[in-house]
């Protein structure tokens, strides 16, 4: 486990393995300035409704149980672990079909997907006699907003109109 100490509610905790490979803390530290501009950090021991270190003789308002300000800290630290991961949306089937038609000149499919846990709808058209690729165009459901991929051929070469209805927008673009 990284080295570190964080701060929650203006204390450190130094997060560490125990024996059983679940992640602990040592907490709460002092943070008052001690010996040449460094952090006490000392473990603070509860005392009389307060927090008192051992070392630097400092002592803090404790509001509520030692035990509930240790509990949120591990909380926020967990959390803050987990705001690094990437999203995924279980909410919508990945890579779902929901539409698809052709003719003799175009093919188009609708996918429902997902990326960073936003959902969108891809739009895929196709040029059957032109054979020159695809354009593919995402409307962004959650952020209510249209674009398309810029490595495929741009919508303007198929489509004169483009118009996406959202819950609280409604976005079009003309191409000439």
């Keep these: 486990m990284d080295q570190i100490i964080f701060i929650f509610k203006g204390y450190g905790f130094e997060p560490y393995g125990n024996s059983r490979g679940s992640m602990s803390l040592h ?7 001690y010996k040449n501009e460094k952090k006490c950090l000392c473990v603070l021991e509860e005392w009389n409704n307060h927090m008192l270190c051992p070392v630097c003789s400092k ?29 995924i949306t279980l909410d919508i089937p990945v890579s779902t079909v929901k539409a698809e038609d052709e003719d003799a000149f175009h093919k188009v499919s609708v996918v429902l997907s997902q990326k960073d ?33 810029p490595s495929d051929i741009a919508p303007g070469e198929i489509l004169v109109k483009l118009t996406a209805e959202f819950k609280n927008a409604i976005s079009s673009i003309q191409y000439k």
Excluded: W
Excluded at 129 to 145: P, Q
């Design 117 to 149: 846990g936003r959902k969108q709808a891809i739009i895929y058209i196709c040029e059957r006699e032109k054979k020159v690729g695809k354009t593919h165009i995402f409307a962004d459901i959650d952020r209510e907003e249209l674009r398309y991929d």
């Design 27 to 33: 907490g709460p530290l002092c943070p008052a300035e």
């Design 59 to 87: 002592q803090y308002p404790l509001s509520g149980e030692m035990s509930t300000l240790m509990n949120n800290a591990h909380k926020a630290y967990k959390a803050y672990l987990r705001s690094g991961k990437k999203i």
